[in-house]
């Protein structure tokens, strides 16, 4: 692929990466439907797409932040790319942490939004807030933001353990040795530094076979992992076993990003540009949704499953015009929350 085909293939894998991550956030049968079968009957659906599906949305994430941060790496651009990530990562969490803190406060005392907050009258201290802040407690799908923080900060660390490949993959099988003993890293995710270091490694020694064009053999290898992801996933749901879900998900973003030729992808538009703003915007507004439907649709099974169904549209079809007039009319608030995107 050329550079701006590569590129253009970024984009289009995070666009339908942040629609796929708002159906994990988007379950409603219980808020429509009670405690009844029908509601088991609609989770059972709900759940199938949001883990089955959705839940690749995050790994996703993760590989292709860690490829093109170790894209062409070396010592001499460490300092250059933590600039880049202060800009486009630490500081929109700061931001987006606590606009969202002050989100809850002013909600939770207005009578008719409390029902919808349901978090009784948030504190508004300084304690309050430093932890609204640094932990993100009222904005938890961040915990992604969270875990690339700390792992661009191990970049010294990883690339060390990385830069020369047969090390990588000792590395890598520790991970994984680790995974199956269930060893707990404390903050870090191990399943996060699986993803990232995985595609680190193919940043800094399978670029060419990343970045290369469609072919045959790339669309059969492709599919092959996608289908060998989906019987993993299953073995994972029989077994019961995390380490078989992070495969899964891990063989399924793979198989896609080989499967799909990067030069026939159409240049994407404009719309399908605003991939952090959808993901920081989107769970206050798939929760709103939910809660406001819950009180004046009526509670048949199809409306929430098909509202549950359409909300990844819904909200970007709120959330695009809301950043592209912040964009034009606010550029220097627009490019603190979206991280200069």
């Known amino acids: 692929m050329k550079e701006q085909q590569f590129r253009n293939k970024v984009i289009w894998f995070t666009f339908v990466f942040s629609l796929f991550v708002i159906w994990v956030h988007s379950y409603n049968a ?22 089955g599906i959705g839940q690749i949305a995050v790994p996703g994430f993760f590989m292709i932040s860690a ?43 207005i009578p008719w939004l409390t029902d919808v907050v349901e978090k009784g009258t948030v504190p508004f201290n300084l304690s309050a807030l430093v932890d609204a802040v640094l932990h993100y407690t009222y904005n938890y799908v961040f915990w992604y933001l969270y875990q690339l923080i700390l792992l661009i900060l191990l970049a010294p660390v990883l690339y060390l353990l990385l830069n020369k490949w047969w090390v990588g993959i000792v ?4 991970l994984w040795g680790l995974m199956l003993a269930r060893i707990d890293l404390g903050q870090l995710n191990l399943d996060a530094l699986i993803y990232y270091s995985f595609a680190a490694f193919l940043g800094l020694h399978g670029r060419k076979t990343v970045e290369a064009g469609g072919s045959r053999i790339r669309l059969a290898t492709g599919v092959l992992l996608i289908v060998l992801g989906g019987v993993v ?24 990003w080989t499967a799909v030729p990067g030069e026939r992808l159409p240049e994407p538009k404009q719309w399908m540009t605003c991939n952090f703003f959808l993901y920081a915007t989107h769970f206050a507004l798939v929760r709103l949704i939910n809660k406001i439907g819950a009180r004046i649709l009526p509670a048949l099974l199809p409306v929430p499953l098909l509202l549950y169904l359409l909300l990844p549209l819904i909200a970007l079809a709120v959330s695009y015009p809301v950043g592209k007039l912040l964009r034009y009319r606010l550029p220097r608030i627009w490019n603190l929350l979206n991280g200069g995107r």
């Open 233 to 256: 996933y299953y073995m994972a749901l029989v077994l019961a076993s995390p380490p078989l879900l992070v495969l899964c998900r891990l063989l399924m973003v793979t198989g896609l």
């Open 30 to 51: 219980e808020l429509y439907l009670g405690k009844t079968p029908q509601a088991a009957r609609l989770y059972q659906i709900e759940h199938w797409i949001g883990e």
């Open 171 to 174: 590395f890598q099988l520790c």
């Open 67 to 109: 490829f093109l941060f170790y894209r062409g790496f070396s010592w001499n651009k460490l300092i250059t790319k933590w600039d880049l990530r202060v800009r486009s990562v630490l500081l929109p969490f700061i931001l987006w942490n606590f606009l969202y803190y002050i989100g809850y406060v002013i909600g939770s005392r």
